[in-house]
Antibody, heavy 121, light 109 residues
Framework: EVQLVQSGAEVKKPGTTVKISCKVS????????MHWIQQAPGKGLDWMGL????????IYAEKFQDRVTFTADTSTDTAYMELNSLMSDDTAVYYC??????????????WGQGTLVTVSS | DIQMTQSPSSLSASVGDRVTITCQAS??????LNWYQQKAGKAPKLLIS???TLETGVPSRFSGSGSGTDFTFTISGLQPEDIATYYC???????????FGGGTKVELK
């Protein structure tokens, strides 16, 4: 069974950095691109981009590209999302998700449980 | 970037009703369109891929159709467990990029 297990909720002050993890089990970590999706409270889903765990290639959505970094650690089958210069608007649930077809994009078959990040002074 | 316009943003229906949600793409996306169900406090769940392919284990009352720029998602007989927010999502392997529609919140009347 494929599982994506994310790290726990975070409370951060404005201007700081948050780093969220997503540990994969049940499939070969390097075979599938890992995506990150933001969902602000009461709002819709916003795609942030992806990382290819095989070679570390990243693609960032324009909205996030200046402040976000995706990495992947193949020794622990864990993907990371780091968001810096946090603002109150970054308060959201962040999901990791995979496209199991092997393509860059497609349908998200597997999702993490989500990590709530609260930015507050 | 391809924009997805989803409507309505919310709807209220009775058990057994037929529910229809539409998504319109800002340009031709062939059938590169998926539908998700998100229940409160949970991650989204893939229901339909490639515009009309029902995922394994998803009840047959859910269906999708369309291609090009106009897509439809239907629940043919709303059940209490279908109360959720539904999202369309397009993907573009050329860019590559993807976009979600704004969501439709389905409530019981």
């Amino acid at each position: 069974e494929v599982q994506l297990v994310q790290s726990g909720a975070e409370v951060k002050k404005p201007g700081t950095t948050v780093k969220i993890s997503c540990k994969v089990s049940g499939h070969t970590f390097t075979d599938y691109h890992m995506h990150w999706i933001q969902q602000a409270p009461g709002k819709g889903l916003d795609w942030m981009g992806l990382v290819d765990p095989h070679d570390g290639e990243t693609i960032y959505a324009e909205k996030f590209q200046d402040r976000v970094t995706f990495t992947a650690d193949t020794s622990t089958d864990t993907a990371y999302m780091e968001l810096n210069s946090l603002m109150s608007d970054d308060t959201a649930v962040y999901y990791c998700a995979t496209v199991s077809s092997g393509s860059y994009v497609g349908s998200f078959d597997y999702w993490g449980q989500g990590t709530l990040v609260t930015v507050s002074s | 970037d391809i924009q997805m316009t989803q409507s309505p943003s919310s709807l209220s229906a009775s058990v057994g009703d037929r529910v229809t949600i539409t998504c319109q793409a800002s340009q031709d996306i062939s059938n590169d369109l998926n539908w998700y169900q998100q229940k409160a406090g949970k991650a989204p769940k893939l229901l339909i891929s490639d515009a009309s392919t029902l995922e394994t284990g998803v009840p047959s009352r859910f269906s999708g159709s369309g291609s090009g720029t106009d897509f439809t998602f239907t629940i043919s007989g709303l059940q209490p467990e279908d109360i959720a927010t539904y999202y369309c999502q397009q993907y573009d392997n050329l860019s590559p990029s993807l976009t979600f529609g704004g969501g439709t919140k389905v409530e019981l009347k």
